[in-house]
């Protein structure tokens, strides 16, 4: 009696594993060897063929490039100028704006939407800017090595020359992008200098008028030397006058006061003491007198020397600034010019094919688990 139903129960046992080894194979060809042959097809048959364009570039100062590794080093600080030229032509390459002048100058649209490529890879008509954006952040690529401090640039595209072609044009616009600006940081370097130096030529200028309008105003070329001038002149005058009373005094110790020598001397006397008084009074007299004069025209003096030294001092620095903007000009420096593909670069048919294989088994597995879960929790 209890054969025949051990026979039984073995019999629903091994139907049981035939009934899960039947949907494991069902899974297993529905979800993992399904996708893999439709992704071996694609791979194999249908999938275009890409090739890849290489260049390789650097950014050097025209003083020479930095010591290798400072480029890193310096450029993990904040504001570093050493780093901070390399992120912009990074940035520039990647932008949007460098995939409108490749959509506007060298028919980007036209060659990845091209319908005779497979569907999977080409660019779809429909495709928003952002769409092509992403587009084209898939198809180019570029590198930084921080210790040499090149960036090497990788384009994708359908045919060896097109590859080459937007390869070159990335290049030269990124060429024009660091040109314009080192021209921009040099101008904006000379121009502040320059400025100063007008405006030290302008208070130099105003300064100098100055002077030639108090020089018509008091007929006086130069204010200081004439006073030294006429203090000259009075101290010869001072001297004769006491020289004069001298003598006038020793005729008076042995002359008459009337004598006609004696007259004589004291109008000489007086003619000296008058001419003395005239030109102290040309010193220090009022208005047109000689320190009247100083008085105006030293401040002037004072000034056109400090607008001397201003603009000497703007004039070196201008020739400073000349001199640091054209060492610091920077330039693009062509490493490797961009390659022309002679075999195909993608897409990568083993790889591809394993990957969905991997990707559909993994797949398969996380949904087995998942199902067995669900159906241990119902039977709860």
């Avoid at 952002?130 to 359908?158: K, M, P, Q």
């Avoid at 006073?227 to 005094?249: K, M, N, P």
């Avoid at 593909?341 to 597995?365: E, K, N, W, Y």
Wanted: net charge neutral; aromatic share 6%.
């Amino acid at each position: 009696m209890n054969a025949p139903r051990e026979l039984n129960a073995l019999g629903k046992a091994a139907a049981v594993r035939r009934a899960r080894m039947r949907r494991l194979g069902v899974r297993l060809a529905l979800f993992v060897l399904l996708p893999t042959f439709v992704a071996t097809i694609y791979f194999c048959f249908v999938a275009s063929d890409q090739f890849e364009s290489v260049a390789a570039f650097t950014i050097q100062n025209a003083d020479g490039p930095t010591a290798p590794g400072m480029d890193f080093i310096l450029g993990s600080f904040p504001g570093s100028a050493v780093g901070r030229d390399v992120l912009i032509v990074q940035e520039h390459v990647l932008s949007r704006s460098m995939l409108q002048y490749l959509r506007n100058e060298h028919g980007f649209d036209e060659h990845y939407a091209d319908e005779s490529r497979d569907f999977v890879s080409r660019l779809w008509k429909s495709a928003d800017s952002e769409d092509i954006y992403r587009y084209y952040l898939r198809r180019v690529s570029l590198e930084h090595d921080s210790a040499s401090g090149v960036l090497t640039l990788r384009v994708r595209a359908f045919t060896p020359e097109d590859a080459e072609r937007f390869a070159k044009a990335i290049l030269h616009a990124s060429e024009r992008m660091v040109n314009q600006m080192s021209d921009d940081a040099r101008r904006d370097r000379l121009s502040l200098s320059e400025a100063e130096v007008r405006k030290a030529e302008e208070r130099l200028s105003q300064a100098r008028q100055k002077i030639i309008e108090v020089q018509r105003e008091t007929s006086e070329l130069n204010p200081v030397q004439s006073a030294a001038t006429v203090e000259a002149i009075r101290g010869s005058l001072e001297a004769q006058l006491a020289e004069a009373r001298a003598e006038l005094s020793a005729m008076l110790a042995v002359m008459h006061p009337d004598a006609p020598k004696v007259q004589a001397q004291k109008r000489r006397v007086a003619s000296l003491a008058a001419q003395a008084a005239r030109e102290k009074n040309r010193m220090v007299g009022g208005d047109g007198t000689v320190g009247n004069s100083i008085a105006e025209f030293e401040p002037l003096l004072l000034e056109k020397e400090f607008a001397e030294q201003t603009y000497r001092s703007a004039i070196a620095s201008l020739e400073l600034a000349r001199l640091e903007a054209s060492r610091q000009h920077r330039y693009l420096v062509t490493v490797a010019e961009p390659s022309k593909p002679d075999a195909r670069t993608h897409p990568l048919r083993v790889q591809g094919i394993f990957t969905v294989f991997l990707a559909s088994l993994m797949l398969l597995g996380i949904g087995t688990l998942i199902m067995a879960s669900v159906r241990e929790h119902a039977n709860l």
